[in-house]
């Protein structure tokens, strides 16, 4: 089993940076894809970043360039994923979820397989005001 525990939310102004962070626990995430999905109120929860096993990376079009996914590679623990995002808009307002997926498939084959993930955080609020 897996827990995943995110952090790092908050209000900000647009134009601004937070950083998310998603600690895992239970087992090490070297096999795993991770991901970052968000779901705004009223709306559907959507695909937002994926990193594959070996730190392959995909993003949604609505924030490319501007959010980027990484994961910590301390000795090899991988057990911390994170996501900066910068240039804050008032639309990034959601509750931001971390997931993570057994697999060791190319971030190609992620970006599918990830929409259904093995396990899910239970969210952090990122509010950007305009």
């Known amino acids: 089993q897996v827990q995943l525990v995110e952090s790092g939310g908050g209000l900000v102004q647009a134009g601004g940076s937070l950083r998310l962070s998603c600690a895992a626990s239970g087992r090490s995430l070297n096999a795993y894809a991770m991901a970052w999905f968000r779901q705004a109120p009223g709306k559907e929860r959507e695909f937002v970043a994926a990193?594959?096993?070996?730190?392959?990376?995909?993003?949604?079009d609505s924030v490319k360039g501007r959010f980027t996914i990484s994961r910590d590679n301390a000795d090899n623990a991988k057990n911390t994923v994170y996501l900066q995002m910068n240039s804050l808009k008032p639309e990034d307002t959601a509750v931001y979820y971390c997931?993570?997926?057994?697999?060791?498939?190319?971030?190609?084959?992620?970006?599918?397989?990830?929409?259904?993930?093995?396990?899910w955080g239970q969210g952090t609020q990122v509010t950007v005001s305009s």
């Open positions: 997931a993570a997926d057994v697999s060791m498939d190319s971030i190609v084959r992620v970006r599918v397989t990830i929409q259904n993930p093995d396990y």
């Open positions: 990193i594959s096993w070996n730190g392959g990376r995909t993003y949604a």
